[in-house]
Nanobody, 124 residues
Framework: QVQVVESGGGVVQAGGSLRLSCTAS????????MGWFRQAPGKEREGVSL????????RYSESVKGRFTISRENAKNTMYLQMNSLKPEDTAMYYC?????????????????RGQGTQVTVSS
């Protein structure tokens, strides 16, 4: 059984930083890509960032490029999202996702395996 679990959300002031973590277990599809998407109340799900199996290929949405950094440690089955210079518009539920395919940032919300989410709130 596949389990994807996020952690690290919280409340932070604008300009602050948070690091999200995601642990995936039970994946037997071989190499898999991982990514983050978010959803704010009343808004569509938005792909944020993705990383390939090796960790050497990453992509970001324009809204977070230059501020967020995605990484992974396969030995720990863990992926991270370092979020710096946070803005109030970054406030959302952040979800981790994994899939045997790679796709694009926009398709991360469609990834096969997804977690329950962790809330990020940025106050102004």
């Amino acid at each position: 059984q596949v389990q994807v679990v996020e952690s690290g959300g919280g409340v932070v002031q604008a300009g602050g930083s948070l690091r999200l973590s995601c642990t995936a277990s039970g994946l037997t599809d071989g190499d898999y890509a991982m990514g983050w998407f978010r959803q704010a109340p009343g808004k569509e799900r938005e792909g944020v960032s993705l990383i390939d199996w090796s960790g050497g290929w990453t992509r970001y949405s324009e809204s977070v490029k230059g501020r967020f950094t995605i990484s992974r440690e396969n030995a720990k089955n863990t992926m991270y999202l370092q979020m710096n210079s946070l803005k109030p518009e970054d406030t959302a539920m952040y979800y981790c996702a994994a899939d045997p395919g790679l796709g694009m940032v926009a398709t991360i919300p469609l990834y096969r395996y997804r977690g329950q989410g962790t809330q990020v709130t940025v106050s102004s």
